[in-house]
């Protein structure tokens, strides 16, 4: 393992979630020192990785402007952001309020103690309809509902200040974010749970009765949607490398996230069963409201520019990571 990161600290905000929790466990095996700040609404005490934990809310000038004039960070990673779409769509100003409203609170918080290295979480919802695929980096940002929308308002509001007061990103657009670490001491855990990959397995574990099937209409192969999954690792990976790029002054930019492949919701279902040998009932439905039916990444520009290679290039090893967590019961 490289250890590039030694001495460098860096502060993860929504360090205590899903995607956040896995690069601070490998931010950490790569040398660096971690500071989580989490305020729990969505993040798991069973999933913080780091001791050094602060409780409380990006939003609260107070407690980052304390942090930074305590400590000299050298980045930000910013994972604390609410990413249900129906939720966004029935509550759009949760998602304006605390996705970008206090993304600029923390921004302007940074900027008055000189940090200026910052890696965000996007989204592949900042595309909305893909009128190419693969899609690349290039096409148009069309967002279909208030949590992509948010997460380009972000992006915007980055590129700005970026211009205006030398601040540095990288902006990582995740496709479908799936699997767990393979030690399956940390893993996917939503409440409500509303991502395929886990509702399979709590339908394979018992935990649930049936696999809603949301849409068999759709313009695929098999009628059901197409989807680009991505192990959570090689997303922290992708973190580690942004962060790298950033220390050694390669500027901004943004980047897609995906492994270039697409599997439909029949074939998730189907290597779930042959990963778990389980029995999972499945009810077909009609479409969930605002899904495409193909997303898949060109992550071409990421691979080029970063070396990022996806080392969980394989749906069955995604699916068995995640059964892996998930057979802990969660
Ligand atoms: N999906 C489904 N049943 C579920 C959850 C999801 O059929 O209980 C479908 C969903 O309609 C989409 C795909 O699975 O086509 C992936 O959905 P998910 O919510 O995991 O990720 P998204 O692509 O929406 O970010």
């Known amino acids: 393992m490289r250890r590039k990161l030694d001495k460098i600290r860096v502060l993860v905000i929504g360090g205590a979630g899903y995607i956040g929790s896995h690069t601070v466990k490998l931010l950490q095996e790569h040398g660096a020192r971690v500071t989580i700040l989490d305020n729990f609404s969505t993040g798991k005490k069973f999933l913080v990785q780091s001791n050094d934990l602060v409780e409380g809310d990006l939003g609260d000038s107070r407690l980052t402007d304390g942090l930074f004039s305590k400590t000299s960070y050298d980045a930000v990673m910013h994972f604390a952001a609410f990413s249900i779409v129906g939720e966004s769509v029935q509550n759009p100003l ?14 302007e918080s940074m900027l008055k103690y000189g940090v200026k290295r910052f890696v965000f979480s996007s989204t592949a919802a900042v595309y909305g309809e893909p009128e190419v695929t ?39 657009r995740y496709f479908n974010a799936a699997g767990a670490d393979p030690s399956a001491s940390i893993g996917e855990s939503h409440e ?14 018992g935990r649930r009765e049936v696999v809603k099937l949301f849409g068999t209409d759709y313009p695929t192969p098999d009628g059901t949607c197409i989807r680009d999954y991505i192990h959570v690792n090689d997303l922290a990976d992708a973190h580690i490398l942004a962060l790298e790029a950033l220390l050694d002054g390669k500027g901004s930019d943004v980047y897609n996230l995906g492994c ?18 389980k029995e999972i009932r499945v009810l077909e439905e ?8 193909v997303l898949v990444a060109s992550s071409d520009k990421i691979k080029k520019d970063l070396g990022w290679k996806p080392d969980y290039d394989n749906l069955e090893t995604i699916i068995e990571t995640a059964w892996r967590w998930h057979g802990k019961v969660r």
């Open 192 to 205: 409500p749970e509303t991502h395929l990959i886990p509702i399979i397995l709590q339908a394979a574990g």
């Open 286 to 293: 009609k479409r969930r409201e605002g899904d495409p039916a």
């Open 94 to 107: 949760k998602y304006y309020r605390n996705n970008v409203g206090k993304t600029a609170v923390l921004i």
């Open 134 to 172: 693969p899609i690349t980096e290039e096409h148009p940002l069309r967002p279909k509902n208030p949590y992509g929308r948010s997460k380009v308002m972000v992006e915007n509001m980055l590129s700005d200040v970026s211009a205006a007061a030398g601040m540095e990103y990288v902006a990582l």
């Open 260 to 277: 270039g492949k697409g599997y439909s919701v029949r074939e998730v279902i189907d290597m779930a069963r042959k990963v778990t040998g």
